[in-house]
Each structure stands twice: as structure tokens, then as C-alpha cells.
């Protein structure tokens, strides 16, 4: 079964705004990443924190990870239309060695 | 220059047929992949090849068969297509096949049977 369960499905906001979405998974991992796909394209890595990390920065992009509540979330600030695409969360267990994919959040920045 | 590319980009095909897609990655990666994505967007890992050793294979019915003739290929190749097969597949690779190392996708091949 899946081990990414992301929330929301869908965002859609306004140019400027800032999106939140969250990422729970079920089993002890060693990392979690962040993927964009935007429509109709392949994946695109964002960033990856390892389980002994509570937060982590790149640019505009902030995750956090909550391993006693089995949590993450991506912050993007001052979202622009470029950003509107899915978002995925995928996990690696601590003994495994796959990523496995949440659902992903569809976000929809509106200019 | 493209990182990780596949042909084709869409095919359509009917059941019963076979087909098989192709994937190269010019990164100098040591492991590969091939993915599903479904319908509703969701992601499955089917294979993985590291060093053209076949080290991930899910389960996957025997139709699909992986084949790596290098480092810097895996093609995947279904018989007897069928209707559920109808998705878009995504080649990958990553450096290592560590514990989740990053990876990068190609843009996907859509596959519709009829």
C-alpha cells in the first residue's frame, strides 16, 4: 500500500501566497524527498531530509519532517504561476531502499 | 543536453500486441528505474537495475520484462498488451542505488491500448 499520504489533493491560490502542503507516511524512514511534476513532464527532484533532520531550505522551497508524528510538510513562499504543478512526498523505510510515492497535492497558482 | 530520455513519447497500440520503450541517461548513473503512474497520478516502482544487475522487481506480471544492455539503458518491453496496461511510464536514474538517492526522471511515455 502507499506510504505517502499527502493533504491537500488540490491547492489553488493567488500569485504572491504562500503554499503548504503536508506528507504523513506510516513506517520508520531513512529520508523523505519532494518531487514537482509539472503537466504532462517527468519528475523533478526538490529536496530530500533525512530523518535525523527537522528542517531544510532551498530557495523559495521549506520542509519540514516530524518523525515521533510521522509528518512532513513543503512550504513554498511567494508562490508564482511557474510553481502550479503536483507536488509528491516519497519515502524510503529504514531498511528498504525504493522510494515510495505519496498521492501528491495538485497546486494551482492563479496570476 | 536531455539527462534521462525515453521513445517514445506516446504510443498507442491495441491488446494483444507487444511493445516495447526505450531509455538511455547520459549522467554516468549506476542505477535505473521504471515506474507507473496510473490514472489518479499515483506512482509505482515496477523495476530497478543497478550496474545492469535487475535488483528491484515488483510485483509486476511476467508480460513486462526489463532489459539493461548497459549502464546507460533500460528498455522495458510488454507482450500481449492490455487494456489495465493504459498508463504513463517514467524511466529514472540515480547515482547509487543507495538508500533514496536522488533521482531523475524522464519525461514519461504515455500508453494507451484500445
Known amino acids: 500500500s502507499q506510504q505517502g499520504e499527502e493533504d491537500p489533493q488540490a491547492l489553488s491560490i493567488q500569485e504572491g501566497e504562500n503554499a503548504t502542503m503536508n506528507c504523513s507516511y506510516k513506517?520508520?524512514?531513512?529520508?523523505l524527498q519532494w518531487y514537482r511534476q509539472n503537466s504532462g513532464r517527468g519528475l523533478v527532484h526538490l529536496i530530500l531530509?533525512?530523518?535525523?533532520?527537522r528542517e531544510k531550505h532551498s530557495g523559495r522551497l521549506r520542509v519540514t519532517l516530524d518523525t515521533s508524528k510521522k509528518s512532513s510538510s513543503l512550504l513554498i513562499t511567494a508562490s508564482r504561476a511557474a510553481d502550479t504543478a503536483s507536488y509528491f512526498c516519497?519515502?524510503?523505510?529504514?531498511?528498504?531502499?525504493?522510494?515510495?510515492f505519496g498521492a501528491g497535492t495538485i497546486l494551482r497558482v492563479k496570476s | 543536453d536531455t539527462a534521462v530520455s525515453q521513445t517514445p513519447k506516446y504510443l498507442v497500440t491495441q491488446m494483444g500486441n507487444d511493445k516495447s520503450i526505450k531509455c538511455e541517461q547520459n549522467?554516468?548513473?549506476?542505477?535505473m528505474y521504471w515506474y507507473k503512474q496510473d490514472s489518479k497520478k499515483f506512482l509505482k516502482i515496477m523495476f530497478s537495475?543497478?550496474?545492469?544487475?535487475?535488483?528491484i522487481n515488483e510485483t509486476v506480471p511476467n508480460r513486462f520484462s526489463p532489459k539493461s544492455p548497459d549502464k546507460a539503458h533500460l528498455n522495458l518491453h510488454i507482450n500481449s498488451l492490455e487494456l489495465g496496461d493504459s498508463a504513463v511510464y517514467f524511466c529514472?536514474?540515480?547515482?547509487?542505488f543507495g538508500q533514496g538517492a536522488e533521482q531523475y526522471f524522464g519525461p514519461g511515455t504515455r500508453l494507451t491500448v484500445t
Open positions: 537495475y543497478n550496474n545492469k544487475e535487475l535488483i
Open positions: 531530509i533525512r530523518s535525523n533532520e
Open positions: 549522467l554516468g548513473h549506476d542505477t
Open positions: 529514472a536514474s540515480s547515482l547509487t
Open positions: 513506517t520508520s524512514i531513512n529520508n
Open positions: 516519497a519515502t524510503v523505510g529504514s531498511y528498504g531502499n525504493k522510494l515510495v
